[in-house]
Structure formats: C-alpha cells, structure tokens
T-cell receptor, first 120, second 109 residues
C-alpha cells in the first residue's frame, strides 16, 4: 500500500497566489523528505531536501523564498509556492527515504502520488 | 559533471522482451535504481543493483556492470500495463540520487 500521500492531487490557481502542498509519511517517521519538480517529458529535478526540525537544503537555482518548505513533524512536510506564476506550473512530487524491500535493504526513495499545479 | 543516459523512447510488442539500457558517469557510486512511472503518476521503485550481475524479480530483471558504467532493465512477457516511463537513477558518493530523463516504453498489441 501507499506509504507517502500528497494533498492536493491537483490545483489550479491564479497568478500571484500562494499554494501549499502537503506530503505525509503514512506509516513511517520520516526525518528526511525530498521535494521534486517534473516538467512534461523531462526528468525529475530535486528542488530541496527537507529535514525534520531544521531548515531545508535547497538545490542550486531553487529560490528558497519562493518555495517555502516546512518539515515540522516526522510525518509531515509542506511546500508552499509563493506568488505563483505560469512558469511554476509543473508536477510536484515528494518522497521519503526508506529501505528497499530486498536483500540489500538499502536507502532509496518512495514517492508520493504527486501534485499537478497549474497557474493561470 | 554527472550524467545518466538512457534512450528517450522504445516500442515493443505485447508478449515480447525488451531491454532498456542506462549508462552513467557519476562522482562515486552507491548503487543504481530503476523506477517505473506511469503517465501522470509518481515513480515507483522497481529494483536496486550495487554489485555486478543480474537481479531477477519476476518478469523484470536488472543488470549492472560497474566497470562499464552500464545497466539494463529487462522486461519479459510484456503486458499492455507495462507501458510507462522507466527511470534509471544512480546514488552518488554523497548518497544523492542522480536521475536519468527516463525511457518511454510503448507496448503495441
């Protein structure tokens, strides 16, 4: 079953408004969550690494004042897109660090279902 | 720089076998992952390779050659539901996942 949920699944908003996306770890206390963005027919792009109780680590080129990340508990991280513009329209996906269900039991990432953001 | 290459798109026939290749150049190596992503959905974990050789999991197998910087995902007895994008990702020396652009696999009846 799903181990990571996201809400909302999709959102349409007007340019200039802010949008909050929630990412929940359903059955696991996630000290680390990741936020990705994916444009059509392109690869996943890591935006930031969210650590519970501390500031997120942003990738180069990602504006931390525009994409606010809050990881206030071990099961919830939020991404707020502030003053959204049409170029922010994308598929936003969060993931948690989990162990692979095989003999290696190594760290990998399990993804939420994603949030499709459309900014008009 | 770090780079992962995989074909953009492949087409195969239902019931057949298809091999999706992935080559990588990364700063360090801590394993290679394959994910499946259906259109409009998030990726789901398929397999992990850290040692050379073949890992088999049902209809799917994944192979790794660290000396060649090469991996492939082999899908047997293709079904229409296997139509998806397949993402190759490498964990580098900092334990960060470096993602390929994905290979869109189209299955025809």
């Amino acid at each position: 079953g799903a181990v990571v949920s996201q809400h909302p699944s999709w959102v349409i908003c007007k340019s200039g408004t802010s949008v909050k996306i929630e990412c929940r770890s359903l059955d696991f206390q996630a000290t680390t969550m990741f936020w990705y963005r994916q444009f059509p027919k392109q690869s996943l792009m890591l935006m930031a690494t969210s650590n519970e109780g501390s500031k997120a680590t942003y990738e180069q080129g990602v504006e931390k004042d525009k994409f606010l990340i809050n990881h206030a508990s071990l099961t919830l991280s939020t991404l707020t897109v502030t003053s959204a513009h049409p170029e922010d329209s994308s598929f936003y996906i969060c993931s948690t660090k989990r162990k692979t269900p095989d003999k290696y039991s190594t760290d990998t990432q399990y993804f939420g279902p994603g949030t499709r953001l459309t900014v008009l | 720089g770090q780079n992962i290459d995989q074909p953009t798109e492949m087409t195969a026939t239902e019931g057949a076998i298809v091999q999706i290749n992935c080559t990588y150049q990364t700063s360090g190596f801590n394993g290679l992952f394959w994910y499946q992503q259906h259109a409009g959905e998030a990726p789901t974990f398929l397999s992990y390779n850290v040692l050379d050789g073949l890992e088999e999991k049902g209809r799917f197998s994944s192979f790794l050659s660290r000396s060649k910087g090469y991996s492939y995902l082999l899908l047997k007895e293709l079904q229409m539901k296997d139509s998806a994008s397949y993402l190759c990702a490498v964990m580098d020396s900092n334990y960060q996942l470096i993602w390929g652009a994905g290979t869109k696999l189209i299955i025809k009846p």
